[in-house]
């Protein structure tokens, strides 16, 4: 626990859709400056949530049509989806407090 998942249009659904928590996606990309700024905040987020939110990454060049699917124009893009659709996006290097903002927002019944 505590570290976000690799996932693929594979295991998109039952990774993301299905899950029963919330789960926050960072749609990112290797040659991405800003996603390498973010993701040991979205690490940490993991650690910090374990067990009440779920932490997933797609990297928009191995995973095209999950990109073309939710709109992800640039990068880092985080969706968080709630009951198996995105409730919440941020584009961009964020800072930490608005992560956590839309991630308590997210785990509100």
Do not use: H
Request: contains cysteine; proline residues 8%.
């Amino acid at each position: 626990m505590g570290k976000p998942n690799d996932v693929n249009e594979a295991s998109f659904e039952a990774e993301v859709i299905k899950a029963a928590n919330p789960t926050l996606v960072d749609f990112w990309a290797t040659w991405c400056g800003p996603c390498r700024m973010i993701a040991p905040v979205v690490e940490a987020l993991a650690e910090e949530y374990a067990g009440r939110m779920n932490f997933a990454k797609v990297n928009v060049d191995a995973e095209p049509k999950l990109a073309n699917k939710y709109g992800i124009r640039s990068i880092p893009t985080l969706l968080v989806f709630k009951g198996g659709k995105p409730v919440k996006q941020l584009v961009g290097n964020q800072p930490k407090e608005e992560l956590k903002k839309a991630l308590d927002a997210a785990l509100q019944p």
